[in-house]
């Protein structure tokens, strides 16, 4: 009887040494593909060298684990403590971008304002539910449907050779990354369980190895890189606290916040451990630790990732130590330059097959929230989604458009996304009438079975 009373929470169970270490490297390589894809994304398109594209892996998998353990194990007030996997966000790539191309600021600028935005919303984290209410179907689906189709135009760019290179749009090119686009859809239709949740790591590893016979792979720096290399704070500067990037990424802190939210409580359901207001706020607060220690770290906001939280429901496994121990082996994986090298000399037409499905899943995303937007049923819905939609999609279609709007307004007017959200958030709270009736009042949780990132 005593030992009935006495049994643990099968959250708080720490599994055996051997088990514990095996399904923690399923949870690290469920993740592993979609969490390098956005520092890779982001050196593309800043054009860094490939030492400084390896390093921003190496920050990302390292910021990766503190920010996991911080969430998983709890640290304090900050963390769910349940078994969730933190990675970088898809909904900063654009911002972050449109800062790093600004004069003066680059880099620090992103990591500057990455910083002040936790620091900032921190304290707000108990008030999300007030938040919750302006991000409406409309808003995040909108938001979704503009990152999948602001990321579209670098996939297509990857996938034909990368924008500047001399072959691009040859053959091999696009034949590597339609075998890579091939290799995903099979794994995904023949393999089941955690095989079909690899299937985008598989599809890479598959046009890795292809265009490595084929001589597009070039490995020159790897000899040069030490066996082990510390991340260290600050590698590319001392940030830059620029206040619009700062309200940009802020922006994008409540982003992630209400998407963290629906996960968070998906996955306390599914572990038996329910989201009070007090564990929800706790997690909140944890993302936004995430920003910061992305910040000091050379990297980027963090929010929990739907794959891992998709493995939780498929293995049974509640253990939240599981993802502590993922946390170790990114902390471990980031301390070694020569296999984040490795990884930053991935083909682009490899990384553009991988992004065309990966990108193509972030945009049906959106689509899904918007089908729970009642946009059948309100004309005033249909008009935030129209003209947000427009209004974001401006700064794809035309370079030219905001070219005699101040400087300082350029993370806005360069990121099409944020001027979605912007003008959905705005809409929303300027049409907003009585809830449409079988209308989500706030975006559901994206179906972790489908969305890769």
């Known amino acids: 009887m005593h030992s009935e009373v006495c049994q643990l929470d099968p959250v708080d169970v720490i599994p055996a040494p051997g088990q514990l270490a095996a399904l923690s490297m399923q949870h690290v390589l469920t993740m592993y593909a979609g969490a390098v894809t956005v520092p890779l994304l982001i050196a593309s398109a800043l054009r860094l060298s490939q030492q400084d594209a390896a390093y921003l892996v190496s920050a990302d998998l390292f910021a990766c684990g503190i920010v996991t353990l911080i969430q998983s194990l709890g640290i304090g007030s900050f963390g769910a403590r349940v078994p969730v996997v933190m990675g970088v966000t898809f909904v900063g790539v654009m911002p972050a971008i449109a800062i790093a191309q600004q004069p003066g600021l680059g880099l620090p600028g992103v990591f500057g304002a990455s910083i002040m935005a936790g620091l900032l919303v921190m304290p707000l984290a108990g008030m999300v539910g007030r938040f919750r209410n302006l991000f409406t179907p409309a808003v995040t689906g909108t938001a979704m449907l503009l990152i999948g189709l602001s990321l579209m135009s670098v996939a297509v760019d990857w996938a034909a050779g990368g924008a500047e290179a001399s072959d691009y749009g040859a053959p091999r090119n696009l034949a590597i990354a339609a075998l890579t686009v091939v290799t995903i859809l099979v794994c995904s239709r023949l393999l089941r369980g955690f095989g079909a949740n690899c299937a985008i790591l598989i599809g890479m590893s598959a046009g890795y190895l292809v265009g490595w016979l084929a001589g597009m792979v070039n490995l020159e720096n790897i000899a040069s890189e030490p066996v082990v290399r510390l991340v260290t704070p600050f590698h590319f500067g001392v940030p830059v606290f620029d206040p619009v990037a700062v309200i940009s990424m802020i922006i994008v802190l409540m982003v992630t916040m209400v998407e963290s939210s629906g996960m968070l409580t998906m996955l306390g359901e599914i572990v038996d451990r329910p989201m009070d207001d007090k564990r929800l706020e706790s997690g909140l607060r944890a993302d936004c630790i995430g920003a910061v220690v992305g910040g000091l770290f050379n990297s980027f906001p963090y929010t929990s990732y739907a794959q891992n939280i998709a493995l939780v429901s498929l293995t049974g496994v509640r253990s939240r130590f599981v993802c502590v121990g993922a946390a170790v082996i990114m902390m471990a994986l980031a301390l070694l330059p020569k296999l984040s090298t490795l990884v930053a000399a991935i083909p682009p037409s490899v990384l553009g097959g991988a992004a065309l499905i990966l990108f193509g899943m972030v945009a049906v995303s ?88």
């Open 366 to 453: 959106g689509i899904r929230s918007l089908a729970a937007a009642g946009l059948d049923k309100s004309r005033d819905q249909m008009l935030i989604v129209a003209t947000s939609l427009a209004i974001g999609l401006i700064p794809s279609m035309s370079q030219r458009f905001f070219a005699h709007v101040p400087d300082a307004l350029a993370p806005f007017t360069h990121s099409g996304v944020l001027l979605g959200i912007l003008t959905a958030v705005a809409l929303s709270f300027f049409l907003r009438r009585q809830e449409i009736p079988g209308a989500a009042a706030v975006a559901p949780p994206a179906n972790p079975e489908t969305i890769l990132a």
